[in-house]
């Protein structure tokens, strides 16, 4: 994909995805990189969530669960919707995603 700048995570997070899906890994390592570089206090972890769906798109589950990790830490609200985003369907069957994920009471 063309290098285009970009602040929006959304954007940002959907060039990583279709990168991934081509098999263009430089492309979704570099979406991924700007998702990671955004400071924006008022993000609440919205671009680490997409930086981790673009990990688990490039088949690094380990990398993903980190980015899960500091998104919750950055201030992502946990929900329910979080066990069926499509990005985040490789993670399925892995058990340290569905602890993560696992309601506390």
Known sequence: LPHLP???PESLGLRGLVAASLG???GAEE???GL???TDPYLWGLHLLHAAGIAAALQRGDAAMDLLRRAFAAGLSFGVELHA????QPLVGRSDFADLLRPRG
Not at 85 to 88: A, E, I, K, S, V
């Open 24 to 26: 263009d890994d430089a």
């Open 85 to 88: 985003l499509p990005m985040l």
């Open 6 to 8: 970009c602040l929006d």
């Open 36 to 38: 990671e570089q955004l």
């Open 31 to 33: 979406a991924m990189d």
